[in-house]
Nanobody
Framework: QVQLVESGGGLVQAGGSLSLSCKASGSIASINAMGWYRQAPGKQRELVAAIPSGGSTNYADSVKGRFTISRDNAKNTVYLQMNSLKPEDTAAYYC???????????????WGQGTQVTVSS
């Protein structure tokens, strides 16, 4: 079993900051890319930021310069620091990770349960 557990969402005023974290736990052999997605009501889920196990990060144009993704491989944890938040950032934020379980050879994607971020104007 593998689980992704997110924390850190909440309500903040426009211009404020929030920090999200997501910890993967369970029978994990390795983790490739980790990332954050978001889904606003009535909209499709979209990629916010991704970070591979090695290499450069990737951000949606709408969050470049405001959000920073990072990870701690020793803790199997990915973070998202969100600054200069805007009302249009309001959404449910989901953690995603490409994980190979112990004793398995295939890699699959896992999702967290989601955490709500609400930015008031």
């Amino acid at each position: 079993q593998v689980q992704l557990v997110e924390s850190g969402g909440g309500l903040v005023q426009a211009g404020g900051s929030l920090s999200l974290s997501c910890k993967a736990s369970g029978s994990i052999a390795s983790i490739n890319a980790m990332g954050w997605y978001r889904q606003a009501p009535g909209k499709q889920r979209e990629l916010v930021a991704a970070i591979p196990s090695g290499g450069s990060t990737n951000y949606a144009d709408s969050v470049k310069g405001r959000f920073t993704i990072s990870r701690d491989n020793a803790k199997n944890t990915v973070y998202l620091q969100m600054n200069s938040l805007k009302p249009e950032d309001t959404a449910a934020y989901y953690c995603n990770a490409e994980i190979t379980r112990k004793w398995f050879t295939t890699t699959r994607q896992y999702w967290g349960q989601g955490t709500q971020v609400t930015v008031s104007s």
